[in-house]
Structure formats: C-alpha cells, structure tokens
C-alpha cells in the first residue's frame, strides 16, 4: 500500500474532513511560478504568432481547466509524513494536519466522478522547456494530444529546487477536450 500525504492547515483540515472532499485548485495559483505555463515561457521565449496563440490556447487550457491537488510520498530518504519541509511550507508551520491516504483507494474515489485524470509522481529538473518549435509542428493537433503527449514536462514536471516535496500529483480536466 503507498501512502500520500496531504499536509494543510487545521482549519483546512476539519473542511475537508467535514465536507468529506478535498478540494482541487488550479495551477496557476501554485506557489511556484513556473507551474504557469504562460509566465514559464513568456520569460523564456519571445515567440511570435500564430504559434504564440496556439501555446497560449494550451497553457490557459490548462491554467482554467484543469485542476490539481497535490500530495507528498516516500522515497528512500524521508517518509512522506514526516517531511518537516512540507510541514513548515503546507502544515500551518508544523502546527497543521498531515491527511495520511491510501494512493490505490483515493485513485479509485476520484475516478468515480467524471473527470479525465491525470496522475504521476513529479519529475524534477533544472530543464523545464519543450522547445517552441516541438508545438510548432503540432499546430492541427488537439489539445487533448497535446497534453497528453507532453504531459510529463507540461504538468508533472517541476524545477530541481522543489524536489524536497516528493509530490505526486492528481489532475482532474474539467473539459473533454
């Protein structure tokens, strides 16, 4: 059984077990801000159009309708509930609650509602840019190919800085796309 962890504030904690749901939020409201796709390769890039409006399309896609909630999870390190970095950044500084989940059951609860789900482990990295011309030569396909081709630099990939979370990710798309 692997477990995830959810670290939040006690008022946080007692809605969410209240309410019995946690709640899903968006990217772009993560305190890192290059999960902002927009603002990742607006700083990066001075990308001219058609192909600026089309990763544009893409990134407000995913910063509207898709929707996160994030999780810490062992390694051979540290346990994912006793990760004293999450409890200062998420635990209300060491004062919060850490939800504790089993990943197969809380899948399996989420995959219920009718949502298209992501999910995965964060890869970290000092590279976190496809190269604009890689959208380029995609320019017919879907946002839904798109996504799903580039998921893992797009939206489960974070800079190396971050990598004392450990997290696993959920995403729920709100959209068929």
Known sequence: ???ICHYTT?????????????????????????????????????IQDPLKSFMNEIF?????????VCFGVNDNLVLADQNWTMWAHYGE??????LTFDLE?????VQKQSYQLLSGRIN??????????????????SLKDILIEFQ???????????SYENEYRIMKIRKLL
């Open 1 to 3: 059984m692997e477990k």
């Open 10 to 46: 006690a008022n946080n904690a007692l809605k969410i077990l209240s309410s019995n749901a946690l709640k899903f939020g968006q990217i772009k409201n993560s305190n890192d801000p290059f999960e902002n796709l927009v603002k990742r390769y607006n700083l990066t890039y001075r």
């Open 60 to 68: 407000e896609f995913v910063n509207t309708e898709v929707s996160i």
């Open 93 to 98: 500084t060491h004062s919060g609650v850490c």
């Open 105 to 109: 059951a809380f899948l399996n609860e």
């Open 124 to 141: 970290y990295t000092n590279s976190l840019i496809i190269p604009p011309d890689y959208f380029d030569e995609r320019m017919d396909n």
């Open 152 to 162: 893992k630099p797009l939206l489960f990939s974070k800079h190396r800085g971050w």
